[in-house]
């Protein structure tokens, strides 16, 4: 998403408002005042919280929005490489996308020849991948309704903002072949 004033961490301007009392540009000063461009992350979160008493997730976020304002923080990066996530709504049961996933041969099917390690799962809820590469690689089982659910592959750990904007295409066009396989 294009940072502007306005849009900052893939949030708007108006968003942070409603839920801080502060606008992007507000929250921009305060900050810059605080001397937050020279302190780590978990530093401007703690004072947000301390200080202006925002919730964790909203510390966080204005946090994000205020390194990429700065030039402190690109898309997608975290302290360890860069992440991203795909999301999709398919026509299955939870536990048939499961099964997709975790079972070989199923897997197979929509993912051909792709080596992972499936290093913990938890049944119709997560699975927790060491992808070839050693990158980490965690998806999520949303149920909506007994007939459908949300897939979301979460990506971690990539080594650069190109590495993680290539993983996000790939990760949509498997999440669609899974989608197909699904839902025939």
Not at 36 to 58: F, M, N
Not at 82 to 102: H, L, N, Q, Y
Not at 152 to 170: C, S
Request: glycine share 6%; hydrophobic share 40%.
């Amino acid at each position: 998403m294009k940072r502007t004033a306005d849009i900052y961490g893939g949030i708007s301007s108006a968003a942070v408002k409603k839920a801080t009392g502060k606008t992007w540009r507000e929250w921009l000063v305060v900050l810059d005042k605080a001397g937050a461009a020279k302190l780590p992350h978990k530093d401007i979160v703690q004072r947000l919280q301390r200080s202006h008493h925002l919730a964790d997730w909203w510390g966080q976020m204005v946090t994000v929005g205020y390194e990429q304002a700065r030039g402190l923080r690109v898309k997608h990066q975290k302290p360890d490489g860069f992440e991203i996530s795909v999301a999709k709504t398919i026509a299955a049961p939870v536990g048939r996308a499961f099964a997709a996933w975790r079972e070989n041969s199923l897997r197979e099917q929509w993912l051909p020849r792709t080596p992972l390690t499936i290093r913990k799962a938890t049944p119709h809820k997560s699975i927790r991948i060491l992808w070839a590469d050693n990158t980490l690689l965690s998806v999520n089982f949303w149920p909506k309704g007994s007939l459908k659910c949300q897939v979301v592959p979460q990506h971690a750990k990539l080594p650069t903002p190109d590495t993680a904007e290539k993983m996000k295409a790939y990760w949509a066009e498997k999440l669609e072949a899974l989608r197909v396989f699904l839902e025939r």
